[in-house]
């Protein structure tokens, strides 16, 4: 895949659902790690998409408001739309993860993020998680669900194997016949079967030391499977 444009937010509004492993899980448990500082309030989901982060925390703690960030204006107005309910609670804003300036906010709960970051150059990353670590308050945690780089080869063909079968189950279980499946294969979305340039996916380790080194606590991994991990810290 090359640079993301429109088409691709439009066409991954429509498979999300489906080439995203255990993607449920992943948004309840990356719900549960935002914690409930009493002096702050406001979430980021950074590169929101149509806000499936950002809806389940507002679902959850109700005195919370949360801001969607994403370049992409086809994904601000799906989050805007899917987000309609909550009101003043949600709001959304234009944002480039590679030259990432947060809006002015009071100290942020927490920062959530979703398949965003494995865009962003290795280099790049101990600066952008300190300038996040340093938008929290005190007890506010960032939370990542994204893409990992496996460090073996057993690994990453453990990583492949589990997409596909993912995939292959949301395809049955939604009873589409083959036809989700043979549509990923044909994407070519599997990145450990097609990596590319322009996904750069890093090692655990390395995430969990650019978050250490950035200042953040309590670094960890929540959970793995398929080659994606939720993983984050807290502002000490």
């Known amino acids: 895949m090359g640079v993301w444009t429109e088409r691709d937010s439009a066409h991954f509004l429509d498979v999300g659902r489906y080439y995203v492993p255990h993607r449920e899980r992943q948004i309840e448990l990356v719900t549960a790690l935002v914690p409930r500082p009493s002096e702050a309030r406001q979430v980021i989901d950074l590169s929101c998409g149509e806000g499936l982060l950002a809806e389940a ?36 804003a234009p944002c480039d993860v590679h030259a990432l300036e947060l809006p002015a906010v009071a100290p942020l709960r927490g920062i959530v993020a979703s398949l965003a ?13 300190r300038q996040l670590h340093d938008a929290l308050a005190p007890g506010g945690a960032l939370v990542i669900a994204d893409l990992y780089r496996p460090a073996s080869a057993g690994a990453w063909e453990a990583a492949a194997t589990g997409w596909d079968a993912a995939v292959r189950a949301n395809d049955t279980a939604a009873g589409m016949g083959g036809a989700v499946w043979r549509r990923f294969q044909d994407d070519r979305w599997n990145w450990f079967r097609y990596p590319d340039d322009y996904d750069q996916p890093a090692p655990l380790a390395d995430e969990l030391a650019w978050l250490g080194s950035a200042g953040f606590t309590a670094v960890d991994v929540y959970w793995a499977d398929c080659g994606h991990a939720v993983y984050g810290g807290t502002r000490g």
């Open 57 to 92: 925390v507002l679902a959850a703690q109700p005195e919370a408001t949360a801001l969607g960030l994403d370049g992409s204006p086809t994904m601000r107005r799906a989050a805007e739309r899917r987000l309609e309910r909550f009101g003043a609670r949600f709001a959304t």
């Open 117 to 129: 970051l494995h865009h962003v150059d290795h280099a790049a990353k101990p600066d952008l998680y």
